[in-house]
């Protein structure tokens, strides 16, 4: 069964350092995702994605961050001076569209900022 | 706005047991879809149901059943006959219509279930 994958599983940077995070979505979806999850709390939405463009992003996904579509599977997310607040579990999804679709999620990546 | 409530954090059965977790709903849009995410202790999340909001017909999946209720904006979840693997945290999300392709999560119901 296709799924999302996600790299690294886990990663640990330090204050002030870029990080990207890797995402292959399935492969015959065109909507792309981000969503972050700090340790214990609710999910929340990051960002969306189609046809090489943002198409919606929270209050979250300020000038610090940006996605890439960089070829035609992988989907990152960069992180350009990662704070402490930063750390958490981050979770790439795609959907096939997006109105009825269901988004999967990938397995997340666990960023620590130190 | 959307927002999910999900009111119980944290539920303890004993194996066998059945149990259910709420999930009540707010928005002002008649078109929305619900979900819920099983998040076992591995971390990833996992979709287990879709409804959009013109199906009101309850759902039996094995030992999983969904009750989608519009008039208490509730979208229930109940596990029958509970098992250790069902141990994991529960996310019940919505998505409107209207309001962009983003799901909004509760804070997901912890379930713990004992052998």
């Known amino acids: 069964e296709p799924e999302v994958t996600q790299t690294p599983s886990h990663q640990v940077t330090q204050m002030g350092q870029e990080v990207i995070l890797r995402c292959v979505p399935i492969s015959n979806h065109l909507y792309f995702y981000w969503y972050r999850q700090i340790l214990g709390q609710k999910v929340e939405f990051l960002v969306s994605f189609y046809n090489n463009e943002i198409s919606e992003k929270s209050e979250i996904f300020d000038d610090q961050f940006s996605v890439e579509r960089p070829d035609g599977s992988n989907f990152t997310l960069k992180i350009r001076s990662t704070k402490l607040e930063d750390s958490a579990m981050y979770f790439c999804?795609?959907?096939?569209?997006?109105?009825?679709?269901?988004?999967?999620f990938g397995p997340g990546t666990r960023l620590l900022v130190l | 706005a959307q927002k999910v409530t999900q009111a119980q954090t944290e539920i303890s059965v004993v194996e066998k047991e059945d149990v259910t977790l709420d999930c009540v709903y707010e928005?002002?849009?008649?078109?929305?879809?619900l979900f819920w995410y099983k998040q076992p202790p591995s971390g990833e999340l996992v979709f287990l149901i879709r409804r959009n909001s013109f199906d009101e017909q309850n759902e039996i999946s094995g030992r999983y059943s969904w009750n989608f209720q519009k008039s208490t904006s509730s979208f229930n979840f109940t596990i029958t006959a509970s098992q250790v693997v069902d141990s994991a945290v529960y996310f019940c999300a919505l998505r409107v219509n209207n309001a962009g392709n983003m799901l909004t999560f509760g804070g997901g119901t912890r379930l713990m279930v004992k052998p």
């Open positions: 928005t002002r849009d008649t078109t929305y879809y």
């Open positions: 999804a795609s959907s096939f569209r997006t109105s009825v679709e269901t988004q999967y």
